[in-house]
């Protein structure tokens, strides 16, 4: 009901006119509107030891380490400090590639990576890395080596996305199989530019490439085709791929976001634009959290979460002026932690994170009006607007959510109010709560 700022430290007297102003309020306000989520970020990057700033996957083990693969080598974050591994050119049980771009922990509890210079497995006993090479790899160009995607296959085996082809690895023999197109067989695979893979619930690989999607059946040799957009290159350019729930396959392109409803036969399609907060942009990144809710990677357009109550994607983007807002708005990858830690990594900032389960502060400053004057007072109008008393401003009136502001004097209700708060010099009131928040007063600084 109260939109009113935390943060107040008052003796007895102030007590009572804040109380005051309180029932006041309740009379001539209406209910605060729950407001959309806001986060917090923190940042690690160079200055605390990451390799590079360049963060293009995430993966946490299952011993709480975080891993970050960089274009400058393999990192290792235990919640203190940095290890990092480089590949060195003497050293054959090194990294193979300091551009590090994917990261998979299978049900044996191995660590496997992919690089430019191909597939690799951590040896955590010895700290060695074991090389894993196609068979045809000396006769084919390097693009062969390059491995963007990992997932797991039937038997313990690794599905990888690569540059030239996708590939089959058994890591008990050390086979790798290969799979690539053939104009001569219409069954083969539609594209060898592979960037993406998925697992559907029934044990299909989805596997998305440059000229589109393809499919292959659980002990199959032979790929479906599917074409996003028959006459847009740029939408048939799969970046990425996530499995949601209720048998949802999630595709991110170059030029948007599709939804496709699997099932019997033909999949159930649904393009996703500007009415759901998402236009014709670059998808790097798509990832569904242990909640089964959606996070996009944009290439541009920072980070996006689909709101399930709403069905519309809320934006978390660079904000040059708020070192905790998100450090780059280019985002290749994200996960939850299992403390339910967010971490996204970025393309020129390193990584960011932030505690989902705590949300966070809208920072209002000159941008809307405030300037750098002392608040004293908030309180809400019956409109949903927000009269914010300064020392400095005068009266000045934010519309949600804070796009506008106008200075001016409230109705005589809300002036009332104002004034109760601001004879009490020494109280001082800090940032502006969202959602339940709103409703609480907590403690504060003297002045």
């Not at 299952?62 to 203190?80: E, H, I, K, P, V």
């Not at 020129?348 to 009006?369: E, H, I, P």
């Amino acid at each position: 009901m109260v939109a009113l700022i935390t943060g107040i430290t008052r003796a007895p007297a102030a007590a009572l006119r804040m109380l005051a102003a309180l029932l006041l309020l309740m009379v001539c306000t209406s209910a605060v509107q729950a407001a959309p989520r806001t986060l917090r970020f923190e940042r690690l990057s160079v200055e605390q030891g990451l390799s590079q700033q360049s963060v293009l996957t995430i993966l946490q083990d299952r011993r709480g380490f975080m891993w970050f693969g960089t274009q400058a080598g393999l990192n290792r974050f235990d919640g203190y400090r940095i290890t990092s591994w480089r590949n060195d050119p003497d050293n054959p049980d090194s990294l193979p590639d300091n551009y590090v771009m994917a990261a998979h922990e299978d049900g044996k509890g191995r660590l496997w990576f992919g690089t430019k210079g191909g597939l690799a497995r951590y040896d955590g006993a010895t700290g060695k890395f074991v090389r894993y090479a196609a068979p045809d790899e000396a006769t084919r160009r390097a693009g062969n080596r390059s491995v963007f995607a990992i997932v797991p296959a039937k038997g313990g085996g690794l599905w990888l996305a690569t540059g030239d082809g996708l590939l089959h690895v058994d890591p008990d023999t050390g086979r790798v199989r290969t799979y690539r197109h053939d104009p001569a067989d219409p069954h083969s695979l539609g594209d060898d530019r592979v960037n993406a893979l998925a697992l559907d619930g029934k044990g299909n690989l989805w596997i998305g490439t440059g000229a589109g999607l393809d499919q292959l059946a659980p002990d199959a040799g032979r790929f479906e085709h599917h074409v996003v957009h028959a006459h847009d290159p740029q939408r048939n350019t799969v970046l990425s791929l996530s499995m949601g729930p209720r048998d949802t396959l999630w595709i991110g392109s170059a030029a948007g976001l599709e939804a496709w409803r699997l099932g019997q036969g033909v999949p159930e399609r649904r393009r996703l634009g500007e009415p759901e907060g998402i236009g014709e942009m670059r998808v790097l990144s798509l990832y569904h959290d242990g909640g089964g809710t959606l996070w996009v990677g944009t290439d541009m357009e920072g980070l996006k979460w689909l709101d399930p109550a709403t069905g519309r994607f809320l934006t978390y983007r660079n904000d040059p002026s708020d070192q905790h807002s998100l450090a780059d708005n280019q985002v290749s990858a994200m996960l939850v932690d299992r403390t339910g830690t967010l971490w996204a990594g970025t393309q020129y900032g390193g990584v960011s994170r932030t505690d989902l389960a705590s949300g966070g502060f809208v920072r209002y400053g000159g941008a809307d009006g405030l300037g750098r004057a002392k608040v004293r007072a908030i309180v809400e109008d019956p409109g949903g607007g927000l009269w914010v008393g300064t020392t400095r401003a005068g009266p000045v009136r934010l519309g949600r959510p804070g796009g506008w502001s106008v200075r001016g004097w409230p109705g005589p209700c809300i002036a009332r109010i104002l004034m109760q708060a601001a004879v009490a010099p020494s109280e001082r009131m800090h940032g502006v709560p969202r959602g339940r928040d709103a409703r609480r007063v907590g403690q504060g600084h003297a002045a």
